[in-house]
Nanobody, 123 residues
Framework: VQLQASGGGLVQAGGSLRLSCAAS????????MAWFRQAPGREREFVAA????????YYSDSVKGRFTISRDNVKNTVYLQMNSLKPEDTAVYYC?????????????????WGQGTQVTVSS
């Protein structure tokens, strides 16, 4: 599986962005998908995850109620809608895929990673 993330950018606090992660391959539906982020000098942090069917979603406490993860298994794409952005959301955001995973918060369990997309939130 190859993953291509896009949609990052510079936004003011309170604004919104939508990240996309396009996946190659015919078996997209078996992969649990997740978004992680990493700020300079900090460890990679779980943001959100979604099951292969899209029926279950999981969020970190820091983004719950502001971010929404979704997927389109026809387009082989997972999305992260980010609303009410805060300066502390500034990071490189990575999408990840793991076969048959559902909601794992541990980056070690994901086998495939996108290249990352920068999100910068100004105050």
């Amino acid at each position: 599986v190859q993953l291509q993330a896009s949609g990052g950018g510079l936004v003011q606090a309170g604004g919104s962005l939508r990240l996309s992660c396009a996946a190659s391959g015919r078996t997209f539906g078996i992969y649990g998908m997740a978004w992680f982020r990493q700020a300079p000098g900090r460890e990679r942090e779980f943001v959100a995850a979604i099951s292969g069917s899209g029926g279950r979603t999981y969020y970190s406490d820091s983004v719950k109620g502001r971010f929404t993860i979704s997927r389109d298994n026809v387009k082989n794409t997972v999305y992260l809608q980010m609303n009410s952005l805060k300066p502390e959301d500034t990071a490189v955001y990575y999408c990840a895929a793991g076969a048959y995973l559902s909601g794992s918060r541990f980056h070690q369990e994901y086998n495939y990673w996108g290249q990352g997309t920068q999100v910068t939130v100004s105050s």
